[in-house]
């Protein structure tokens, strides 16, 4: 994640202020599922995409799914948290109207299709409301995770400041034309 620009994108967190925090209760995991957690937790620490909190206002539980493959995935769940928050009305495009609009154009992107979200930094502010728990510890997130509202639309937000000047051209090949 070097070298992200906080200025593309950083995801907030508006949680309403007449709600209480909510703190879900410990959950306890089959004795044979805690290493498999805790090799999860720690690729989260060793990618810097979480870090140790202590006193947070909000936690959310962990919830362990096993993957096709038998790995074990682990999911927050972040219901409570996702109530607190308003919906984000941003529009997200029409996929057939941006592919014609880039058409002609040679695109490298800085975002890895497959951990997209986690490329784009919570804010600083934000982090500790995104805490959760694991037989390791208690941890927030420093990245945006899969799971938050409003995240899809902050990262439509970014594609739109990364792609900008090449969504609202008149440039491409539809229906025969050529590229100018």
């Known amino acids: ?11 907030h967190l508006v949680v309403k202020e007449s709600l209480k925090p909510v703190k879900q209760a ?14 999860e937790v720690n690729k989260l620490i060793e990618a810097g995409f979480v870090r140790e909190v202590r006193y947070p206002t909000w936690f959310a539980i962990i919830v362990p799914v096993r993957k096709k493959n038998g790995q074990i995935r682990v999911c927050v769940d ?7 928050c308003p919906k984000d009305d941003f529009p ?14 040679e695109v490298l992107t800085f975002m890895d299709g497959s951990s997209v979200y986690n490329q784009i930094r919570m804010a600083p502010e934000d982090e500790e409301l995104t805490a959760f728990r694991t037989p390791k510890g208690v941890y927030c997130y420093k990245v ?3 799971g938050l509202k409003n995240a899809g639309v902050t990262y439509q937000r970014a594609m739109q400041k990364v792609f900008d000047d090449m969504l609202h051209k008149k440039r491409g090949m539809l229906r025969g034309r050529t590229c100018s």
């Not at 994640?1 to 995801?11: E, I, L, N, Q, S």
């Not at 995991?29 to 805790?38: A, H, M, N, T, W």
């Not at 997200?92 to 154009?105: G, R, V, W």
């Open 1 to 11: 994640m070097p070298g992200r620009d906080p200025k593309v994108a950083v995801h």
């Open 78 to 84: 972040f219901r409570d948290l996702n109530q607190a």
């Open 144 to 146: 945006m995770p899969f």
């Open 92 to 105: 997200f495009p029409i996929p057939e109207l941006m592919i014609d609009a880039n058409t002609c154009h």
């Open 26 to 39: 410990q959950r306890r995991f089959r004795p044979e599922l805690v290493p498999s957690i805790e090799a």
